[in-house]
């Protein structure tokens, strides 16, 4: 099911929390939606499952408007908040069979739905204990059940992973990707490693504004303003080697590679490229060219250079 968010904004008092925000999520798809703290994500993924109203623009799931037909909406969204309240005292199968009613699931679907969620979710041997008893990996387990319970087309999740220890993170991780096959998934977080791991697709808003749409590599490329290449000479002098490499007429910068000897970074002026000139030189002096890989911008850089005086 499809998510359509068109030119929203959302004010408090006279501050833009988000500031005439488009994007897509396709059906089947993972979107990592990512921003700074404050950047107005919370507030975008309360627009889409109908905590609030923006101020202007359009938010469709579906083809049904979240102002027009929002317990329509609310019918097909999965949510998972940042704060998951669950209530605590409750033993796991009381309290999905809560949610369960709550969400409208028939009477006689209940108990499969309830045992389909634990199986999905892996919470088989937690199912009767009260979630308090859990540990924060398993309560978020809960949540992410109590989110499905009703087989929602489409599941938003605000930072599922906010809290977890390592191999927490990566269960969850799994738990996600496996539940993104069938369902449309927007991801809202901060942690870029997270959401580069799980996520076919990332949309960046800073300061309420959307300033980048597309997958991790096509980000890294779009911002990759020069060439940044690894290469590795042999057969030569590392100083000499280094000289010569400064030297060349379209290179802007070398730098020696700590973990190999022989390995350099070699980063090409502006607009030009610096493969064919590194290979002559290689020829003319006997060198031995054993490596000249290009290097991509890391996704911590890129988001830094989208996020920061914006």
Known sequence: MEVSVENITKLYGFQKAVDNVSFKVNTGEIVGFLGPNGAGKTTTMKIITCFMQ?????????????????????KHIGYLPESNPLYKEMPVIDYLRYVAELQGV????????????????????????????????????????????????VLILD???????????VEIRELIKRIGREKTVILCSHILAEVEATCDRIVIISEGKLVADGTATTLRKQAQDKEILKVTIE????????ARLQSLETVELVDLLPEHTQAFEVQSKPGTSSRKAIFRACVE???????????????????RDLTINN
């Open 285 to 303: 002096n006997n060198w031995s060219l054993t490596e000249m890989t290009p290097l991509e911008r890391k996704l911590e850089e890129v988001f």
């Open 235 to 242: 057969d030569g002098d590392r100083n000499q080697i280094f």
């Open 159 to 169: 930072e599922p992973t906010s809290g977890l220890d390592p191999n927490q993170i």
């Open 54 to 74: 923006p101020n202007e623009g359009t938010v469709k799931v579906g083809g049904f408007s979240v102002t027009e037909h929002p317990d329509e909406v609310k």
């Open 106 to 153: 028939p009477a006689n679907q209940i108990r499969e739905r309830i045992r389909e969620m634990v199986q999905v979710c892996g919470l088989k041997t937690e199912k009767y204990k009260k979630i308090n008893e859990l540990s924060k990996g398993y309560q978020q387990r809960v949540g992410l059940a109590q989110a499905l319970i009703h087989n929602p087309e």
